[in-house]
């Protein structure tokens, strides 16, 4: 089989492309809500705007992973980063719910590319190490959640009722990620070349999952996971607004602590405990602390009790996500990563569809219920992982 051009000096750079993007994303996350709200939104309205950007997603992710099989994974990721910036740049001038949307739609279609960066990691990877790489892509998500918010909350005091001063920020920082990317950034596939996957499409990627139980169930657990973690996403800042009086700001410190705890697990214990114990392991165990967390934070009558839901929701988050995209990749045809992965972005996109816009609703009716309804989540997806098999480990 043809060796990719790139080899692993090219994860540091796809980490680095990444994990800027995920900060123009996280500089967003707390702060919507507040601008959304600012312009008449009710909470079933913030989950929508969430709903939007992951509805979008939805229909790119297989697209671009298909894209990617063709064409390349570089060109793809470089493309997006350019739409991230556009869509901060509408953001940032917004003055109307509308234009928040607006803004939250041209993000989607940018935004949906971390399938291509999964495929990235697949195409330089053995199978028995792809947990540990992915996992690199989930520290990513981390570290874009601890400097993300936390820049988001203290820029929004630079442009008090304005999404100006985080919206230009989230905007240069995707321009200047996508000219380095440009730069230097190699391509971990070459097009044409024996063992691409041009040739095959969503509808091979439907099919390849029809057929197997695995990646049914992977899959199905991947849904609910992503679900229960989706709630957060609208509503821990009202939450926190509602409850304990936090601004944008300690919102921001919120999803901070949460980015600071997945960075730990995904860049660290998972790399240390799957060679022992396996993805499947680490999958079902992450569901305790991950259910348990929501509780806390749903029914949290304290700020310690609080960030103490926040603390164990970021420990479950972060064993479970590399932990089922390993699962998936491992039960995939390696010609078909980038479709079948895309596939599986787009379970998680459909998630972050119906999460946020279940949260909002819901939140309108009692700021506990979207978290009951996540703890509820994880233990449906906990049925699922202990059907699953844990594969081989055909290479080191």
């Given at each position: 089989?043809?060796?990719?051009?790139?080899r692993?000096?090219?994860?540091?750079?796809?980490?680095?492309?990444?994990?800027v993007?995920?900060?123009?994303?996280?500089?967003?996350?707390?702060?919507?809500?507040?601008?959304?709200?600012?312009?008449?939104?009710?909470?079933?309205?913030v989950?929508?705007?969430?709903?939007?950007?992951?509805l979008?997603?939805?229909?790119?992710?297989?697209?671009?992973?298909?894209?990617?099989?063709?064409?390349?994974?570089?060109?793809?990721?470089?493309?997006?980063?350019?739409?991230?910036?556009?869509?901060?740049?509408?953001?940032?001038?917004?003055?109307?719910?509308?234009?928040?949307?607006?803004?939250?739609?041209?993000?989607?279609?940018?935004?949906?590319?971390i399938?291509?960066?999964?495929?990235?990691?697949?195409?330089?990877?053995?199978?028995?190490?792809?947990?540990?790489?992915?996992?690199?892509?989930?520290?990513?998500f981390g570290?874009?959640?601890?400097?993300?918010?936390?820049?988001?909350?203290i820029?929004?005091g630079?442009?008090?009722?304005?999404?100006?001063?985080?919206?230009?920020?989230?905007?240069?920082?995707?321009?200047?990620?996508?000219?380095?990317?440009?730069?230097?950034?190699?391509?971990?596939?070459?097009?044409?070349?024996?063992?691409?996957?041009?040739?095959?499409?969503?509808?091979a990627?439907?099919?390849?999952?029809?057929?197997?139980?695995?990646?049914?169930l992977?899959?199905?657990?991947y849904?609910?996971?992503?679900?229960?973690?989706?709630?957060?996403?609208?509503?821990?800042?009202?939450?926190?607004?509602?409850?304990?009086?936090?601004?944008?700001r300690?919102?921001?410190?919120?999803?901070a602590?949460?980015?600071?705890?997945?960075?730990?697990?995904?860049?660290?214990?998972?790399?240390?405990?799957?060679?022992?114990?396996?993805?499947?392991?680490?999958?079902?165990?992450?569901?305790?602390?991950f259910?348990?967390g929501?509780l806390?934070?749903?029914?949290?009558?304290?700020?310690?009790?609080?960030l103490?839901?926040?603390?164990?929701?970021?420990?479950?988050?972060?064993?479970?996500?590399?932990?089922?995209?390993?699962?998936?990749?491992?039960?995939?045809?390696?010609?078909?990563?980038?479709?079948?992965?895309?596939?599986?972005?787009?379970?998680?996109?459909?998630?972050?569809?119906?999460?946020?816009?279940?949260?909002?609703?819901?939140?309108?009716?009692?700021?506990?219920?979207?978290y009951?309804?996540?703890?509820?989540?994880i233990?449906?997806?906990?049925?699922?992982?202990?059907?699953?098999?844990?594969?081989?480990?055909?290479?080191?």
């Amino acid at each position: 089989m043809t060796q990719p051009p790139a080899r692993r000096e090219g994860l540091g750079l796809l980490f680095f492309a990444v994990l800027v993007d995920l900060v123009g994303f996280g500089i967003v996350l707390p702060v919507l809500p507040f601008y959304a709200t600012d312009f008449g939104a009710d909470y079933l309205q913030v989950g929508l705007l969430y709903a939007i950007y992951s509805l979008v997603q939805l229909v790119m992710a297989p697209l671009w992973g298909r894209i990617s099989d063709r064409v390349g994974r570089r060109p793809v990721i470089i493309l997006g980063l350019l739409g991230s910036a556009l869509a901060y740049t509408i953001f940032a001038r917004a003055d109307s719910l509308a234009t928040l949307f607006l803004s939250r739609i041209v993000g989607g279609i940018g935004g949906s590319t971390i399938p291509v960066a999964q495929a990235y990691i697949a195409d330089v990877t053995p199978p028995g190490r792809r947990a540990g790489g992915l996992g690199l892509i989930g520290a990513a998500f981390g570290l874009g959640f601890v400097i993300g918010p936390a820049l988001g909350g203290i820029l929004s005091g630079l442009s008090p009722g304005s999404p100006a001063a985080p919206g230009y920020t989230a905007a240069a920082l995707c321009l200047a990620n996508a000219l380095a990317a440009l730069v230097w950034l190699p391509e971990s596939r070459r097009p044409g070349t024996p063992g691409g996957t041009s040739r095959f499409n969503l509808g091979a990627a439907l099919s390849e999952a029809a057929g197997s139980g695995q990646i049914r169930l992977i899959l199905a657990g991947y849904l609910c996971i992503t679900m229960a973690f989706a709630v957060l996403h609208p509503t821990l800042s009202p939450l926190a607004s509602e409850r304990f009086a936090m601004g944008p700001r300690q919102a921001g410190y919120l999803f901070a602590l949460l980015g600071i705890v997945s960075v730990i697990v995904q860049g660290g214990l998972v790399r240390r405990l799957v060679p022992r114990y396996g993805e499947r392991w680490l999958l079902k165990v992450s569901g305790i602390p991950f259910c348990l967390g929501l509780l806390l934070a749903g029914v949290a009558t304290t700020v310690p009790t609080l960030l103490a839901g926040v603390v164990l929701t970021g420990i479950g988050y972060g064993g479970s996500i590399p932990s089922v995209l390993a699962l998936l990749s491992r039960a995939t045809d390696p010609e078909r990563q980038g479709a079948v992965l895309g596939l599986g972005q787009s379970v998680g996109s459909l998630a972050r569809v119906l999460g946020p816009a279940m949260a909002g609703k819901l939140f309108d009716v009692r700021l506990a219920l979207p978290y009951l309804a996540g703890a509820a989540l994880i233990l449906v997806a906990a049925a699922f992982a202990a059907r699953l098999a844990q594969p081989g480990d055909p290479s080191p």
